[in-house]
């Protein structure tokens, strides 16, 4: 069986699997559903399971499910999860799941339609997605294998399952190696893809080094409650406030500090910054991941940039969209030289723009940011008709093929002109 067709073609996967499904239950073997499996169904209906069972086994109502988390180890490392996985945006099509080490939902984030799927299911808080709670899934078997797994289609136990393609992994508590419970993302079959899994892996690495690194105020392995409340949601080195301003023109990005100091931005978190500054009502991570990456680009890959972004800027970028807030809005380089321009101030403009934006990146989508910043600044100086500004620009890496300046320099100072001459004949070259 050509496993692969669980990404190219999932609809032709899934109906041979749901053929497997019913000959493994009629007990006829099949090996497009591995013995691991087999072995979950016959655990699972000998403990009530049917396949054509709906309802799984609800533990706690929604109500108890919050005041259980409060107290909860996972409690605080449930934000970063949700920076780095959850789309709760209308258009977001998985759900992200976090259980206790029983298997019991105890945290769900997705978007309206994905939650409506969901409840269809009753998969929601306070149900038990245990072998014992709903037959064999995703979670069940990271609890069994204590691995990460991947569940497609008729691989789920229930056929009211067979929709939904699931990945899941344990997080353990990295003081005692005790599982504390299980992270699951889950959605309509197409969802799925080949980075998934390792999207949902990396998840658990990040949530393991912040429990490593924080217990929340209990012992190692301990399950009091959190001192002070609840624990910050980044691995923030610095707090919002502290954040200055962006560097975004030329080749060396960077973030600037209050204090003075400065961080170095890799491109790929420059590029994103950039597009963060070129628009106030925010990105999703889907349109993100196409600017950047086109049609080969994953918005889980877009979440992990986004999770580390943020654990250098806390709260000057927030989420769901994702923009620049009030501490950060306005205050790049780039957006400097447009609100000097806006302000009618063009010679201040053109001291402040020093170097084409992010230089060294070759994405169409900043290129074309690039373009309309240029355009906006030789607009403005042509504009303005001052020939000592237009010789400025001309000066400028920016400005020098800038054809349409050198013909408003020889209308102000004369075809005769050497400064004319000059930048009329390199323009030539």
């Given at each position: 069986m050509d496993h692969g067709l669980k990404f190219s073609d999932p609809a032709t996967y899934a109906r041979t699997l749901r053929r497997a499904h019913e000959l493994v239950i009629a007990g006829v073997q099949r090996?497009?559903?591995?013995?691991?499996?087999?072995?979950?169904w016959h655990?699972?209906?000998a403990l009530g399971i049917s396949p054509d069972q709906h309802s799984p086994r609800h533990l706690h109502e929604v109500s108890e499910v919050l005041e259980i988390r409060r107290e909860h180890r996972l409690q605080q490392v449930m934000p970063a999860l949700q920076d780095l996985l959850a789309d709760d945006s209308r258009s977001g099509r998985h759900l992200l799941v976090l259980t206790d080490a029983g298997g019991e939902v105890l945290w769900r984030v997705g978007s309206p339609e994905v939650l409506r799927r969901a409840d269809q299911l009753e998969f929601r808080e306070g149900a038990d997605w245990s072998e014992a709670g709903i037959g064999t899934n995703a979670i069940s078997e990271a609890l069994v294998t204590g691995g990460p797994v991947q569940l497609f289609s008729a691989e789920h136990l229930v056929r009211t399952h067979h929709e939904w393609a699931c990945t899941a992994a344990p997080i353990t508590d990295p003081h005692t190696g005790r599982v504390l419970g299980v992270l699951d993302v889950s959605g309509p079959l197409?969802?799925?893809?080949?980075?998934?899994?390792?999207?949902?892996?990396?998840?658990?690495?990040?949530?393991?080094?912040?429990?490593?690194?924080?217990?929340?105020?209990?012992?190692?392995?301990?399950?009091?409650?959190?001192?002070?409340?609840r624990q910050p949601a980044l691995p923030v080195a610095r707090s919002a406030t502290a954040v200055a301003s962006l560097e975004l023109l030329g080749d060396k990005a960077a973030v600037v500090f209050d204090e003075g100091s400065r961080t170095a931005l890799t491109l790929r978190r420059a590029e994103i910054l950039a597009l963060l500054d070129s628009r106030s009502q925010g990105w999703s991570a889907e349109e993100l991941a196409y600017e950047l990456h086109g049609d080969s680009g994953t918005p889980q890959a877009i979440r992990t940039e986004m999770f580390r972004v943020r654990s250098l800027l806390g709260?000057?970028?927030?989420?769901?969209?994702?923009?620049?807030?009030?501490?950060?809005?306005?205050?790049?380089?780039?957006?400097?030289?447009l609100r000097l321009l806006q302000g009618g101030r063009v010679a201040d403009a053109l001291d402040a723009y020093r170097a084409p934006l992010l230089s060294r990146s070759g994405s169409l989508a900043v290129q074309l940011l690039r373009d309309r910043l240029n355009l906006a600044v030789g607009s403005a100086v042509r504009a303005g008709g001052d020939a000592a500004l237009l010789v400025r620009w001309l000066s400028t890496d920016m400005g020098a093929a800038d054809p349409l300046a050198v013909e408003a320099l020889g209308r102000l100072v004369g075809p005769g002109d050497a400064r004319y001459l000059a930048f009329r004949a390199a323009a030539v070259v």
């Open positions: 090996p497009e559903i591995p013995t691991r499996l087999v072995d979950s655990r699972s209906m197409d969802t799925i893809s080949a980075d998934t899994l390792r999207m949902v892996r990396c998840a658990v690495r990040v949530a393991e080094a912040l429990l490593g690194t924080s217990d929340g105020g209990t012992s190692p392995g301990g399950s009091a409650p959190v001192r002070g409340g709260g000057a970028v927030e989420s769901n969209p994702y923009r620049l807030g009030a501490a950060l809005a306005g205050r790049s380089d780039s957006g400097r030289v």
